[in-house]
Each structure stands twice: as C-alpha cells, then as structure tokens.
C-alpha cells in the first residue's frame, strides 16, 4: 500500500489517520504541494486533478479522502469508523462532510494562492476569508455536537473514533495554524483533545511526518 502525501494537507492528515487506526502499514511518497509538486508529469499521470492523497494498492489508484477511507473500512472492517445503523452512519458523514465538503474546499491550498496571485487579495483580506468560512463552520459544527445526545465523551459519536473524528481533527489544526481562536467551541476541543491522545492520531500528525518541515 502507498499514500501519496503532503505533511500539511488536511485530506492527506485524515487518511493518514483512518490507516493508522486500521493498523495499516504504507509507504508514504511526499508530494510537496508548496512547491507544486503535485503537477509533475510522474504525479499528474495518477491525480488528474494533481491533488492529494493518492492510495494505491493492489494495482489500484484510489483518491479523493473521503472515498479512500470508505474504501478502508469497506476492506478492513475493523475496527470500524462508521456505526451500524444506517440512521447513525447518515449521522456521522453528514458531520464529516459538514468539515470536508463546507469548510475544508474554499479554504485549501490552491484557493487561497487563487485568492493573492490572481484576485490580488490582500494577506489581511485571505486570511479573514479563511476565518469566515472555518468561523461558520465550527459554529454549526459546535452546535451539532454539542446538542445531540448521540455525541461521545470525547468523540463525535459514541465511545470510539470515527470518520467525522477523522475529519474534524486535521481541520483543528488547520484553523490554529492561522491564528483562529477556538475557544469559542469547547465541544470540537474537547473531541480534539480527547483524539489526539489516541497512537492513531499522533503518528498520522503533520510534524511527525517524513516530509514536515
């Protein structure tokens, strides 16, 4: 099995982190998006989008996050990342979309360089664009989390971790890599304190990667 991966991309961090909980072993190729990496013509021929993460495995190229780490759970059902009845599995990909789907694409890597190379943004102007978007986001989030009596102690649902985890982690450290205060959401915190305790989570943690600067 081999990830194509860069220490900082959050859907990297996320399958990261579902491979680390299966207890999977991969070869972890880095792909420096910073740098653009990504649009060389050996990676190109596999991203078509010259995104990461890539996985293959068994002669199969598998990307985008959410759909590699559906692929795991499907492959090694254990332990697993989604609950069984189908009202909480719809439950738990709504929060982790809720991340993925809303927050995490406008405020990636390749908008924000949109944003100041070809808009002409201001640095002050990205980064309150990057705060809006993850300020109405956790702000939901929070909400959901924090009134539905099917959130865990110290993970978005039930007692073990799962695919919103998966999610909403990487998405915490993104958000206090650009200065935002999160104290305003003491639910995500806690989830975030709580997995991060987790082997799974360290070792799939930007700074302990190969590639992390």
């Not at 956790?138 to 039930?158: K, Q, S, V, W, Y």
Request: charged share 25%; net charge negative.
């Amino acid at each position: 099995m081999k990830l194509y991966s860069y220490f900082r991309s959050s859907a990297a961090y996320r399958v990261r982190i579902a491979l680390a909980l299966k207890g999977l072993e991969f070869e972890c190729v880095p792909v420096h998006i910073a740098r653009g990496n990504q649009f060389e013509p050996a990676f190109s021929a596999i991203s078509a989008q010259n995104l990461v993460p890539v996985l293959e495995e068994d002669g199969r190229t598998l990307v985008q996050s959410l759909a590699i780490v559906e692929y795991l759970e499907e492959t090694h059902p254990e332990p697993p990342l989604l609950p069984r009845s189908p009202c909480e599995r719809a439950r738990v990909r709504s929060l982790a979309q809720l991340v993925a789907c809303e927050i995490h694409p406008v405020n990636n890597l390749r908008v924000l360089h949109y944003l100041t190379g070809v808009l002409k943004v201001t640095d002050e102007q990205r980064l309150a664009w990057y705060r809006r978007w993850v300020t109405v986001g956790f702000a939901a989030l929070e909400r959901r989390l924090a009134e539905d009596p099917m959130t865990g102690a110290g993970f978005c649902h039930g007692d073990s971790p799962g695919l919103a985890d998966i999610c909403l982690v990487p998405q915490v450290a993104n958000a206090r890599r650009f200065g935002i205060d999160v104290t305003d959401y003491p639910t995500i915190l806690r989830i975030d304190a709580c997995c991060r305790e987790l082997d799974a989570f360290r070792v799939a943690a930007p700074e302990n990667q190969p590639d992390a600067e």
